[in-house]
């Protein structure tokens, strides 16, 4: 391989895509009532990981005018059309998430029927579970999704668990929510909702009580989790192997390859070890990487800082200074 291949290539790996640039999106569409928001949460306790995330689309509804709002407030206004959504906000985001960015997600009051000024950040997750009764509607959503799923309950079920629903956590009555039923939900769910059963990957009848269909989700999820772990593995290799082949910037200072630091590289790339051994650990190597850093930039400032540490009233550890002789650090690396 020339010297300019070579270049080319080390380019290319340092800029690949880390697994969280990638985000998986499952889309949950379906009737009011029909489980949805049920189901996402059985999804989730089902993989029992930490970065799986419910993202309803109730947060996108539009900010109503005066007078629309005073329609909201008569059970007048059509929440369950297509138009009540800000699909321009929810692509936006979900492309910011998909790229590894952070996605500022509105807040709306349904007590108050209108977008509070305050969003929630969601950043970095692998799974994002987007849930509403449009999930599949707009194609720019699901040409988004890696999966979309579509559940179904009879009508009467639904109706009864929107009533307590909106009763429970919207502050509405009973006579509203029939009249928004009969009025709006039913004749959208007929003209939006169903259609979209036809590009849906799977359909859930009786939502959470679906056994197989739960678990038919959670293993596509955790095969799409152990596929973008195996590819970023191979990816960080080929990095590696890449990056051997160059000589290190000068700016670069390896730290020596002590037993000490080769026993917690050990430790920190085995993919057995405890998320608390791994903080211990990191934490270590991450204050010997500071060291380096401060000494390298003024010795006497090292100094001052050890003996602070030493000198700390009801501090019981003895801090031993690790004094490298290096002119200047900027890029701290370990190399195996």
């Known amino acids: ?76 206004y059509d929440f369950d059309s297509p138009a009540a959504i800000d699909f321009d906000i929810l692509v936006e985001r979900l492309r910011d998430l998909k790229a590894g960015k952070r996605a500022e997600i509105p807040v709306y009051s349904f007590a108050k029927h209108q977008r509070l000024e305050h969003t929630t ?19 720019r959503v699901t040409e988004l999704l890696d999966m979309g799923i579509y559940c179904e309950a009879d009508a009467d079920t639904c109706l009864a668990r929107r009533i307590v629903r909106d009763v429970r956590e919207r502050g509405r009555d009973i006579e509203g929510c029939v009249k928004q039923w009969f009025g709006f939900v039913k004749p959208n769910f007929e003209k939006y909702v169903e259609p979209q059963r036809k590009v849906a990957d799977l359909i859930v009848p009786r939502g959470i009580e679906n056994r197989v269909a739960l678990d038919m989700m959670v293993q596509f999820i955790e095969r799409k989790l152990f596929e973008k772990s195996t590819h970023h593995r191979e990816e960080l290799s080929r990095l590696e192997a890449a990056s051997k082949e160059q000589p290190l910037s000068d700016r670069v200072v390896v730290l020596g390859e002590t037993p000490q630091l080769k026993f917690m590289n050990t430790i920190l790339q085995n993919i057995d070890t405890s998320a608390e051994d791994f903080i211990f650990y990191f934490d270590r190597l991450a204050a010997l990487i500071v060291e380096q850093w401060v000494f390298a930039i003024d010795p006497q400032l090292h100094a001052i800082a050890a003996g602070l540490l030493t000198n700390c009233p009801g501090h019981s550890t003895t801090y031993n200074s690790q004094q490298r002789q290096s002119k200047r650090l900027r890029d701290t690396s370990i190399r195996d």
């Open 1 to 76: 391989m020339s010297g300019l291949e070579s270049h080319v290539t080390v380019q290319k790996r340092a800029y690949y895509s880390p697994p969280w640039a990638d985000v998986s999106i499952i889309g949950v569409a379906g009737s009011s009532g029909s489980g949805k928001s049920t189901l996402s949460q059985a999804i989730v306790r089902k993989l029992n990981l930490p970065w799986v995330v419910i993202l309803s689309m109730d947060s996108f509804y539009k900010t109503l005018t005066p007078e629309q709002s005073k329609l909201a407030f008569a059970n007048e």
């Open 121 to 139: 950040s969601i950043y970095s997750p692998h799974v994002l579970i987007l849930e509403g009764i449009f999930a599949l509607y707009d194609p």
